[in-house]
Each structure stands twice: as C-alpha cells, then as structure tokens.
C-alpha cells in the first residue's frame, strides 16, 4: 500500500498532497512454481481462457494451439476451458479438475 505524504510544496509555491509508492506491510507469502515437467508427451495440457480480453479474448489463440497440438505432438491431450463468470471471479471448480486431471496449465489472456 502506498501512503499519504504530508503536504509539500510543489515549484509554484503551491501545498499539494503526494503518495509515496513505499511498500507499508509485509510482501504476500511467496509459494514455489510448480516443478517442470520432462515432457509433454502423455499429458494433459489444460489451457484456460481467464475472459481478461472479453469472451474471445484467448480462446481463439487457443483453439490454434490446439491445432498445432494435434499435429505436432498427438500424444498430448488438450482441454480448453474458459472461466467461469469473469476475469475478476474465481473458478475453484476449474481450479480442481485442473488439478485432478491436468499435469499442466497454460492461463491466458487475450489481446
């Protein structure tokens, strides 16, 4: 969070209030990626659509790289999906199956 600086005073002679952009807290726990996997070959690769960029934000993009799945590592299995809601509700339905069924996850974005 930033914080309220006093008044100070700007070239005119002017009082103005300034926010100072310091960090007033403690930085959010930190969690590890995920691991890498070896290979793609066998598994499946969820890609989710978040809605950031409207309804056909990423999925086009996507649906595209599904294609090129298909034809350059067939042993991969894709699952398209798009979030439930918007880009600022969460899916924890999703969020599970991703992680019951997935062994990797692509989350984009649109434009």
């Known amino acids: ?11 005119e002679g002017e009082k103005i ?13 930190r969690l590890a990626l995920s691991p890498r996997l070896d290979t793609l070959e066998g598994k499946t690769v969820y ?12 999925y086009q993009l996507f649906e595209e790289m599904e294609v090129w ?11 398209l999906r798009r979030t439930q809601g ?10 599970k199956e991703i992680s019951e069924k997935g062994n990797a996850a692509i989350i984009g974005t649109g434009q």
């Open 1 to 11: 969070m930033a914080f309220l600086m006093p008044l100070v005073v700007n070239a």
């Open 17 to 29: 209030t300034v926010m100072n952009p310091a960090i007033a807290g403690k930085f959010a726990v």
């Open 47 to 58: 890609m989710v659509d978040n809605q950031w960029g409207g309804p056909e934000g990423a």
């Open 69 to 79: 799945f298909k034809e350059n590592m067939p042993s991969v299995k894709t699952v």
């Open 86 to 95: 918007n880009m600022f509700t969460d899916d924890p339905a999703l969020w």
